[in-house]
């Protein structure tokens, strides 16, 4: 469980890991020996035994010989050695730092993860004879990897919306969404005239408030069901989307699990459905509380002094209040940005989408009030909150999730062509390593 620790959130840590212990026994008689010289940098015979050794007891052979797997791990630890040495040299000639609180930060997260606090980590850590510095070392370097490939890499890929809706469609495939529904029909006969379809929907509404006043599904659908499943309680199992009619996919997308739909109408007759249950890729809920706003905004100049404009914004405000002019007509004439000729309309905003004291302002605010002058590095502004709302962002999401996965599947292919570049133009001198 402890080495899973490292092995499983943090298994670069482990690869590049030196035991104090063994350097102490080892320091003056080997630490001459250089097995490779990366630029201005060297790494040691002791460096790269010891990663080894590391490396070994935290993998598993397959399908080779000791001798021969040893080999492979050798060269591929001497080759992560080297990124890692090539890495640092980049970041510390290209002016990337981290900040300190970013790694206490990331320790929080860690040990968050394994239900601990950062002390008990750095016992479980120094229990497996893992060295508590050295963790904070690598995870230095595990932040600087990631920040060069985001501004060297990540920022500059476009994605478009068409390779969004592909992976969309892809991740759909690999993890289906599969319902375990139950359903009820009241059922229309062969040729049924007006009348009788009707009578049918009257019935399912029946059938449907019967359901709203907490009856089981169950018992309603063998009482009035005429589906072959109202015996069994109108269970019919486990569904992928694929394998139910367009119609019942429509509106099962509309309900969540333990609910149940409003009737709807087929050729067949008039249908109820319940979500017993759901499988496949978990939609987390997004709702974000946006505000409608509008602004009127003067800009500060070397000629206006500020009392002017505060005078003005005052008078503008206690026009609007007493109803002599509406906000509109004194944004479309007065204002000084873009929002002017809109009445200083803003639309729906988002939280933190603007300054701090412009979004503290309106958050006082009612509906409809307006706030009293307040002064940005843009200008001086009266404020309106004309609605608020609770929107749902699920969609845009799951788009943004799957926008984020494509972005990090092309910096990773991408990665690898940079560093063999960097590794191509820097000077590597692999020397004899002795066994």
């Not at 080997?30 to 993998?59: G, H, Q």
């Not at 991740?171 to 379809?197: C, K, M, R, W, Y």
């Not at 605010?365 to 749902?392: A, F, Y």
Request: hydrophobic content about 35%; glycine content about 4%; charged content about 30%.
């Amino acid at each position: 469980m402890n080495k899973n620790i490292c092995l499983t959130l943090f298994y670069f840590i482990s690869i590049f890991q030196v035991s104090q212990n063994s350097l102490s026994d080892e320091l003056y008689r080997e630490l001459d020996r250089v097995v490779a010289i990366v630029e201005k940098e060297v790494i040691t015979e002791v460096e790269l035994r010891e990663s080894i050794k590391t490396a070994l007891t935290f993998s598993k052979k397959e399908n080779a010989s000791q001798d021969q797997y040893k080999d492979l791990v050798k060269a591929e630890v001497l080759d992560k050695l080297i990124h890692k040495s090539l890495i640092e040299q980049y970041g510390a000639l290209s002016g990337y730092t981290i900040d300190e609180k970013k790694i206490d930060a990331f320790l929080q997260k860690i040990a968050k993860k394994n239900d601990t606090t950062v002390e008990g980590l750095k016992k479980v850590i120094e229990n497996d004879g893992l060295e508590f510095s050295r963790f904070i070392d690598n995870i230095r370097y595990e932040l600087l990897l990631k920040q060069i490939k985001s501004k060297e890499i990540s920022s500059k890929i476009n994605i478009s919306d068409f390779e969004v809706d592909s992976q969309l469609r892809k991740n759909a495939v690999l993890n289906p969404d599969v319902f375990n529904l139950s359903h009820i029909l009241i059922q229309n006969s062969n040729g049924a005239l007006t009348d009788e379809i009707d009578a049918n929907y009257q019935k399912s509404m029946e059938v449907y408030k019967i359901l709203l006043s907490g009856k089981s599904f169950e018992e309603v659908a063998k009482q009035y069901s005429n589906d072959s499943t109202a015996k069994s309680g109108g269970n019919i199992g486990w569904k992928k989307e694929q394998d139910l009619p367009q119609l019942f996919n429509v509106q099962i997308a509309k309900i969540n699990v333990g609910e149940i739909t409003k009737p709807f109408k087929s050729p067949n007759g008039f249908h109820i459905l319940k979500i017993k249950d759901k499988k496949g890729i978990k939609k987390k809920k997004v709702l974000i509380k946006q505000t409608k706003l509008r602004h009127i905004i003067i800009k500060q100049n070397e000629i206006t002094p500020e009392e002017e404009i505060l005078k003005r914004l005052n008078r503008f405000r206690n026009l609007i209040i007493d109803g002599s002019q509406s906000f509109e007509d004194i944004a479309k004439k007065y204002s000084e940005d873009g929002s002017a000729a809109d009445g200083g309309n803003l639309d729906w905003v988002s939280p933190g989408t603007t300054l701090p004291i412009f979004e503290s302002t309106y958050d006082a605010l009612n509906i409809d009030e307006i706030s009293k002058p307040i002064n940005t590095p843009l200008g001086w502004h009266l404020i309106q909150v004309t609605d608020r709302r609770e929107n749902d962002l699920t969609d845009e999401s799951i788009k943004y999730s799957a926008k984020v996965q494509l972005i990090n599947q092309k910096t990773e292919l991408i990665f690898q062509d940079w560093i063999k570049q960097l590794r191509d133009q820097s000077f590597i001198d692999i020397r004899l390593i002795q066994d």
